[in-house]
């Protein structure tokens, strides 16, 4: 073949845009990742925690439609703040993974971008985060609402296992992790659990801290906006005495919290 009469090579062409449902995106500091994050709020949960702060998210028919290319535009009109800030973009929800591909396809793009990317799962879903996916994610922020299978149903209404799995998997493939366990009095606060759950974290090298998250009601006016009922309204913040305690079992097994 003549290859002087061959067509030059095409420049790749861009991949389409993947669409998903988000509810909301917001700017915040300290609690999604490091610095200041870009939120995008996807919609749709299959989990009912009973402190969820987020009930708006639950139902993908309440969310929006949109292309990763929009919420790139608008990520784009932070970048410059963002990164001085020391920060990225964190894909929340909702759960994320029930979008795995505008989830993988708006992580890909802001890595492209030099954005430095965290993901906010459950892990439920964990087998539909890709190798790639994980790949494209600089920091997981892994939600293990109780080590212990029985509180675990009664405080999410889902089983606690595919967590735990996705929990190794991330481990194995070495991709760092913060751990967030929120403490309810009454409800997570058994310490013989939460002993558990810090020998298994222990056990994880890629964790870098666990975020000990005291219970609070702040969503109460939210859920009653909504016309739903708060499930742990008439349950009381944890204290301080039950704070440093908790932090204190982590510690033995050599976890760091905040
Ligand atoms: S997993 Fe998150 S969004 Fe879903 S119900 Fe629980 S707290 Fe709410």
Known sequence: MNSRHAPPP?????????????SSWDLSVGVDG???RFVVFTSGCSLRCLYCQNPETWHMRDGRPVTTEEVMAEIGRYQRFITVAGGGVTISG?????????????LRRCRDSGLHTALDTSGLLGERATDAMLADTDLVLLDIKSYDAVTYRRLTGGPLQPTLRFARRLADLGRPTWIRFVLVPGVTDDLEDVDGLARFVA?????????VLPFHR??????????LRFPLADTSPPDEEL???????????GVATT
């Open 243 to 253: 704070l440093a305690r908790v932090h204190d079992r982590f510690h033995r097994h």
């Open 34 to 36: 490091p610095g200041t």
């Open 203 to 211: 056990s994880l090298d890629n964790v870098e801290r666990v975020d």
């Open 94 to 106: 909702g759960e994320p993974l029930l979008q795995p591909r505008f989830t993988a396809d708006l």
């Open 10 to 22: 095409r420049p790749a062409e861009p991949a389409p845009a993947a669409t998903g449902v988000i």
């Open 218 to 227: 702040m969503a109460t006016d939210k859920y009653r906006r909504l016309g």
